[in-house]
């Protein structure tokens, strides 16, 4: 897939003290390669999405997810949506398809199901290094996905839940914009696990 990554959107989230791109978020595989991500860059990805995933998953436990969306068009309206919702399926559904079995095994149990790496292992019966080798992977997997994911990426965030337009969408959505997100909801995160 060519995916045009922009380079002030990788450097802004790549790693400082990455070893691999010097905290530039793009490097090459081979010398006259095209420039890619760097991991550290697709980890942040992924971590940034599943923060947002168990933010929309712990909210939806005590308070309603519907909001109110403007469908734009010749008849301005409102109407009324579940964003998080769609975020935890879209979350769950692109996962499923985007890992193989095995790895959606230990994403499964390790991020759907929040079991600490010992437990993990023990269930899955691999050791320490294997477990974090495929945990990289799988955040690496998957935060290239979240981003390049057409026509609809869950990254970034804002763009994800915020005041987008969506002219491409057809029916019944079609100008379809969410209202933004409080811009003080930063401050509103709960204490999360730390994750590998
Ligand atoms: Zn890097």
Known sequence: MNFDWNRTEVLALAKESCTQCQGHGLRRS????PESPCNCVLRGIFKA???RFRYCAS???????????????????????????E??????????RALDDEEYRIF????????????????????????????YRIQQKLGRVFRELEPYALFPLDEYFGGTIRKELSGEYKNLAVMPMPSKRRGLMPPLRKVA
């Open 30 to 33: 081979s010398r006259k390669g």
């Open 49 to 51: 999405c599943y923060a």
């Open 59 to 85: 909210k939806e436990k005590h308070i309603s997810t519907v909001r109110l969306e403007q469908v734009g068009g010749k008849d301005r309206r409102m109407t009324w949506g579940r964003k998080d919702e």
């Open 87 to 96: 975020f935890i399926a879209d979350f769950c559904l692109v996962s499923r």
């Open 108 to 135: 499964k149990f390790h991020y759907l199901l929040g079991a600490d790496w010992k437990l993990c292992c023990r269930r899955l019966n691999m050791d320490r290094g294997n477990f974090f080798h495929s945990v």
